[in-house]
């Protein structure tokens, strides 16, 4: 007895709807793209024409921690005050995420090159681009020239957690 499998015909799509209507279809698309949050889930698309990245894009959606910064902004006609005459303000926010710029990542924990960073001890830390002979990222001591530029990985190890001092 013999088991002979045959895949059956996909179902049809809907009329109108070619496969590749939701895909990116620009040639050599650049690397610029949309991260949209909405509800949990995590959506891309391409800056340019505003389609979903084509092909097996798994592993962009895991990438590495970016950091952003989330503020709350009025909208509307909104002036931000808590009041209006005798109303409270219930005119609604719109919470806008910026990305904090160039980050190095150590132990799946960015840190953000150009800040200063607070150690258990309270000395403070400052993160270079700068990078030791092995690719590990540096920073160093403030003031400036308190002493010598030291592998970001070692300050955590010795001295961490570190904490972003905030501007």
Known sequence: MSNLFQLSEPP???????AGDDEC???N???QYLLEIDNGAVFLAHRACGKQLRGDY??????AQI????????YGSCDGSEWHGEYR????IALAATVNGLAVVHDDAPYLVGRDYRDR???VWHITSDR????????????QGAGEDCPLEEIVADFGPLELVSE
């Open 67 to 74: 950091p952003v910064t989330i503020k709350a902004h009025p």
């Open 29 to 31: 698309p650049d690397d």
């Open 58 to 63: 798994m592993d962009l959606v895991e990438m």
């Open 121 to 123: 001890d309270g000395a």
């Open 12 to 18: 049809p799509f809907d009329e109108g709807y070619a």
């Open 25 to 27: 279809s620009c040639p």
């Open 89 to 92: 303000c219930d005119c609604g």
């Open 132 to 143: 030791d002979r092995q690719g590990r990222p540096l920073v160093f001591l403030l003031p």
